[in-house]
T-cell receptor, first 112, second 112 residues
């Protein structure tokens, strides 16, 4: 079966513009995670969706970041008024609860 | 918040050598993840373990819950093992699988 997919694979945008990053999890996985990896930095948790529960947004770095998950499947991470420090690889993962996470290929975001 | 320390940060080996990467964390957990990130950026989950030892091919992961320590071993290392190896634990300890805290990663380079 298909793994986790993300789009676009690369996104270059100008400072101040809004961007949307998409994640398609593995079918049936109820848990979905967004992470960020800035250049030379480790992985950083952003947000976690589990079924119909309220998402854990505690990792979002500012109110410019938001995410939603429609129908318990596809998720969109939105960054408003992008800043240069938002440049990073944004990774999505999905899993059944308590089971290993399967990672997507990531979206490389560059803010000029 | 769980603090994760990996060692070494960089590791260079000759093909065939036995490799050990260590991970220590500060808050008791029920499971720990080992991830592999290839030079192209893709992340693969290697192990999720809660006790004892797991083996997959030439990879072996062990965990000591009481000592809050895990090791990843690679037997008969090969240049294709060259990657970044990342340890991850639940952020708040316990069984909070969703929100992970990551180590900084160990950069492994295996020379032929």
């Amino acid at each position: 079966g298909a793994g986790v997919s993300q789009s676009p694979s690369n996104k270059v945008t100008e400072k101040g513009k809004d961007v949307e990053l998409r994640c398609d999890p593995i079918s049936g996985h109820t848990a979905l995670y967004w992470y960020r990896q800035s250049l030379g930095q480790g992985l950083e948790f952003l947000i976690y969706f589990q079924g119909n529960s309220a998402p854990d947004k505690s990792g979002l770095p500012s109110d410019r970041f938001s995410a939603e998950r429609t129908g318990g499947s596809v998720s969109t991470l939105t960054i408003q008024r992008t800043q240069q420090e938002d440049s990073a690889v944004y990774l999505c993962a999905s899993s059944f609860p308590g089971i290993e996470q399967f990672f997507g290929p990531g979206t490389r975001l560059t803010v000029l | 918040k769980n603090e994760v320390e990996q060692s070494p940060q960089n590791l260079t080996a000759q093909e065939g050598e036995f490799i050990t990467i260590n991970c220590s964390y500060s808050v008791g957990i029920s499971a720990l993840h080992w991830l592999q990130q290839h030079p192209g950026g893709g992340i693969v989950s290697l192990f999720m373990l809660s006790s004892g030892k797991k083996k997959h091919g030439r990879l072996i992961a062990t965990i000591n819950i009481q000592e809050k320590h895990s090791s990843l071993h690679i037997t008969a290392s090969h240049p294709r093992d060259s990657a970044v190896y990342i340890c991850a634990v639940p952020n708040a300890g316990g069984t909070s699988y969703g929100k992970l805290t990551f180590g900084q990663g160990t950069i492994l380079t295996v020379h032929p």
